[in-house]
């Protein structure tokens, strides 16, 4: 494998961050394929969010390397990572609250990037399409008028993705995104994450293993900052390190 041209959307090599002489991430090599949803899991302290913090930009990796179809991002800063596309999704919500969905929606387009801009921004009717068209993916075309403040937690979480949505990266990043979400709404967000990959790739972190199995094209897990395992859902579920270190617990 060479580490310059790839046909990977993301090619990690030999990716290493130390804090303090702890290596976080230690000599870490993935690759994620075009379409692909790739999830990763491990236990606490394994190093995922570390990860996904030095693929956005972040964290500064120590060594190694991160190519984003063929781009190092290593030495990038994190808005120009973000406008390469890449998006990355937090645990926590960061919409706003007393904006609509619409609003939220329309200051995440990539025109209006500022709530400033937002305000003086021609609501044209290729903004009002691509609104229409992402509120619709996320399940929220009835609520486009209600602010984001009185969505459900599920509801929130969603909108957010859409948020990252509508600036159409080719590479989303998720940290738990069904945490704290009901059963109908995990089962709706596997469907979601299945019909955006149509268009790009997904890194999401998920420690629960049944939604993990429902929507992992390949799962790789960590442990102590170095791949313990890598895999179908399947596959992974039955290695006796990954049972030992993981599942076990
Ligand atoms: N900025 C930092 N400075 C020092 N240590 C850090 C820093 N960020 C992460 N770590 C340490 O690196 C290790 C990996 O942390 P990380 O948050 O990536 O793990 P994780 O797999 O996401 O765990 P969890 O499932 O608990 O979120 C932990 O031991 C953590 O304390």
């Known amino acids: 494998m060479s580490a310059s041209n790839t046909d990977f959307v993301l090619a990690v090599e030999g990716l290493t961050v130390s804090f303090d002489g702890f290596k976080a991430v230690n000599d870490l090599s993935f690759y994620v394929d075009k379409n692909e949803i790739r999830v990763i899991v491990g236990p606490n302290g394994a190093g995922k969010t570390t990860v996904l913090d030095l693929i956005c930009g972040r964290t500064k990796a120590t060594d190694g390397s991160i190519k984003f179809r063929n781009r190092e991002l290593t030495k990038m800063k ?89 600036q159409d990266p080719e590479l989303l990043m998720l940290d738990e995104p069904v945490a704290g979400m009901s059963v109908a709404e995990r089962r709706q967000t596997a469907d979601l994450l299945r019909r955006i990959t149509r268009d790009r790739s997904v890194i999401v972190i998920e420690h629960d293993m049944q939604f993990v199995a429902e929507i992992a094209d390949k799962v790789t897990v960590l442990h102590q900052g170095k791949i313990l395992a890598e895999g179908s859902a399947e596959e992974v579920k039955k290695d006796e390190k990954v049972i030992e270190v993981y599942l076990g617990h």
């Open 78 to 166: 994190e808005h120009q990572i973000v406008r390469a596309g890449v998006g990355r999704k937090f645990q926590t919500p960061s919409i706003y609250g007393d904006l609509s969905v619409f609003e939220n929606l329309e200051i995440s387009f990539p025109r209006g990037r500022s709530v400033f801009g937002a305000l003086v921004f021609k609501r044209d009717a290729e903004v009002l399409q691509r609104v229409d068209e992402i509120a619709d993916m996320i399940f929220l075309k009835d609520l486009l008028h209600t602010p984001a403040e009185l969505l459900s937690h599920g509801q929130k979480q969603w909108l957010e993705i859409g948020m990252l949505l509508i």
